[in-house]
């Protein structure tokens, strides 16, 4: 019903033309949202379910693009972190092969990356994103499961679990609060 409602039931512009609006501030983390345009036409392109897409065409000429940057967020995060005296991100980063979250994961599961699977990668995606931002245990038992993230077919991660995470991210890359507790002081000046 929500994606009925959200997605195909949207006004259409000129009978037939899906728009939408970006907003370049759009989430408290700084990344672009998308919603209904001023004209209350369209809606939020950007989370239509990957099995409706195929119902949107492009004009005659034009077409469809998809845009991701790879593991952006913890580039960044690899780039301020050399600035201060943490190159070791960086330094992986210099692999066109590195891939953050797998290495994440082996540091939580301490495995080989090679033997990492979809779902303890997962938790290496989780532990990246919430660690890059100062999160805690609670937010990352939130965030599993609200991402659908499941440990042997259980939705959401444990508490106890969740301050293993942080920890092996911060054993792994313990620049990031660092970093924080400089900006802290800044801002208590």
Avoid at 33 to 54: H, V
Avoid at 103 to 125: D, F, L, T
Avoid at 144 to 167: A, D, P, Q
Wanted: charged residues 25%; contains cysteine.
């Amino acid at each position: 019903a929500k994606i009925v409602s959200t997605s195909l039931q949207s006004k259409l512009d000129g009978g037939d033309i899906m728009r939408t609006s970006y907003n370049a501030s759009g989430t408290v983390t700084g990344r672009i949202s998308s919603s209904k345009t001023l004209r209350d036409t369209g809606c939020n392109l950007q989370n239509i379910p990957e099995k409706l897409r195929r119902y949107f065409v492009a004009r005659h000429g034009k077409v469809f693009i998809k845009g991701d940057l790879s593991q952006a967020e913890t580039r960044v995060v690899a780039e301020l972190l050399k600035k201060i005296g943490f190159p070791k991100l960086w330094n992986k980063y210099r692999d066109s092969k590195f891939d953050i979250h797998n290495w994440a994961a082996s540091a939580i599961y301490n495995k080989a990356e090679s033997a990492i699977s979809y779902e303890e990668r997962s938790i290496g995606k989780l532990s990246n994103h919430s660690g890059n931002y100062g999160a805690g245990p609670n937010v990352l038992v939130a965030q599993s499961i609200k991402r659908g993230i499941k440990i042997n077919n259980v939705l959401g991660i444990g508490y106890t679990f969740s301050k293993h995470i942080l920890e092996a991210r911060h054993q792994q890359i313990p620049g990031p609060r660092k970093w924080w507790t400089s900006i802290e002081r800044q801002l208590q000046k």
